[in-house]
């Protein structure tokens, strides 16, 4: 069982950046973001594998960055430009090397003058 704690929400001002984190209680395969707005379905914001290239949302190219520390088990999301529609519950998900999924439990982001 993988746990996953994710920090770095709060309130920011268009324009504005915040950095999201994410750290895994174990080692893990695929890493990502994703993010549920209010009367929305959860969406895929970015995701990177241990190895390779990250995939982006096409909403947030350019403009959010996702990286990863393999060593130390952890995911970040940096966030720059951001927009009220980028105002949603952020949610960090991992992959184990046996196919199961975690999700944590979110972090809130709200963009508001």
């Known amino acids: 069982q993988v746990q996953l704690v994710e920090s770095g929400g709060g309130l920011v001002q268009p324009g504005g950046s915040l950095r999201l984190s994410c750290a895994a209680s174990?080692?893990?395969?695929?890493m990502g973001w994703y993010r549920q707005a209010p009367g929305k379905e959860r969406e895929l914001v970015a995701t990177?594998?241990?190895?390779?290239?990250?995939n982006y949302a096409d909403s947030v190219k350019g403009r959010f960055t996702i990286s990863r520390d393999n060593g130390k088990n952890t995911v970040s999301l940096q966030m720059n430009s951001l927009k009220p529609e980028d105002t949603a519950v952020y949610y960090c998900r991992a992959t184990d090397w046996y196919g199961v999924t975690y999700w944590g439990k979110g972090t809130l982001v709200t963009v508001s003058p």
């Open positions: 174990g080692s893990i395969g695929t």
């Open positions: 990177i594998p241990s190895i390779g290239l990250p």
